[in-house]
């Protein structure tokens, strides 16, 4: 006897991005403590000053 494969069809009446938006927000309930981890990390990140530079400009004064 031969195994009949089975075929699945789902009808989704939604749009691509509503559809996107809905799983990325089951994924982000899902895994909350890495998000909200990966979210502090980028902050941080961005929050940084600027790295110094080797040799810094000396400002020229300008008499009056």
Do not use: G, W
Not at 17 to 33: C, Q, R
Not at 34 to 48: F, G, L, Y
């Amino acid at each position: 006897m031969s195994k009949q494969k089975l075929n699945f069809r789902f009808h989704n009446p939604n749009t691509t991005e509503a559809t996107a938006d809905y799983i990325l927000k089951m994924f982000i309930e899902a895994d909350l403590e890495k998000v909200e981890q990966a979210m502090k990390a980028a902050a941080e990140v961005t929050a940084a000053p600027p790295p110094c530079p080797a040799e810094p400009e000396i400002a020229e004064s300008h008499s009056a």
